[in-house]
């Protein structure tokens, strides 16, 4: 649904507000205020619809709301069930085309809200037999916003709708991990040059190169699960500040009880509502932890770019799997087009990192109205790091072979080859071979012989690759 709202019957109802009237097309749910916020927020063009789990937090919280309301007698028994009823319908995926609020948009969250209230109103009314509009029957603010205010229910539904995000996210994740360690695994016997500074280092292994990015890539589960606990701390019942103005005193742990029923999360009450309404530290925290995870997996797309480099006049220890022709004018030229794009994605989450923390940093006194871009970067981080890692994992790890051949032949020609001779020949003498090496351009094994430090078989020992892959006992001096 674009941003011009255009009738297709030609008819309309009318409806009105604070600000005066509006004829709204028939067949739209929503209502007078939605089309405000449509008229004023043509910012960003990302709709709600885009993230479907935040159309479903919301009306998760309207449904343990109008429950919580029903039962406490503030809504009549066939007007709860007919909301209770609406909610469902939009948690299974219907009616979401409705939701069409810009995510970007002043008033705190105030048109999400709104245009949640009066979906659900006039689908309700529906059941009720009503048409749409008739809201002496079942009106958005006095039924279906009952007991609620934008800041509690809003950062409620968009606390929920990031758990379940982020449990996306780390199920992704945990595939990306396992990507990396089948390679691994796979690349366990290929011998190569390690590099320190771009420089050669000491030899390893391949399958040990890709097992450490498995490795790093493995500590963020743990991260990004820690994190998101903390948005399992909710508060609704805080009404407009967190004093709970206009809520039964019974409803706010009431409503809660049902919205872990709803949602199957072990959400619980803040301690401070007030505290709670206008913090948004777990916000932050959150973003922190994407940002770590974004900068780990371009520093890995970063290697593999290095590492596939060439094909023939760079490292060219791998191939990545080609996607694509890599030039208008080079013919044969293939480019590392996944690992350059999730460097993309990495920059992007990063920056909005930064609109997250300035943000946070901009409420004032009992709320923070900056909440919209707030929700607006997280959910766009979330969901381009769970393409991104769908991409990388499904286009590029997955297609990685090995040019075993060239890695053993930098191996057998580095200079770096020497740090091993180190515990046997010193410091001094290891670097007097080296300097040697690279004025004469002859191998360190056959200096090595020449000058009678060592004997062959001493010398095969030490700079056989098992023993040079991992810690040895060496002879005490």
Known sequence: MDITISPLSGRFRREHDLLGEKDIPVEYYFGIQTMRAIENFDIGRVR???YPELIRALAMVKEAAARANGDLGLLDGPTARAIVDACREIEQGRLHEHFVV??????????????????IANRALELLGHERGEYGYCHPNNHVNRSQSTNDAYPTAVRIALIFSLQKLVETLRWLVDAFRAKGAEFAHVIKMGRTQLQDAVPMTLGQEFEAYAANLSEEIDRIEQNYRLFLEVNMGATAIGTGINADPDYSPLCIRYLREITGLPVVAATNLIEATNDTGAFIMNSSALKRLATKMSKICNDLRLLSSGPRAGLGEINLPPMQPGSSIMPGKVNPVIPEVVNQVAFRVIGNDLTITIASEAGQLELNVMEPIIVYSLFENIEMLIRSMNTLRDRCVTGITANEETCRRMVRNSIGVVTALNPYLGYETSTELAKTALRTGKGIYDLVL???????????????PENMLRPRKLARR
């Open 48 to 50: 709600l619809h885009f």
């Open 450 to 464: 020449e000058q009678g430090l060592m004997s062959r078989e001493e010398l095969d020992s030490v700079l056989s």
């Open 102 to 119: 810009d995510m970007v948009q002043g008033g705190a969250g105030t048109s999400t809200n709104m245009n949640a209230n009066e979906v």
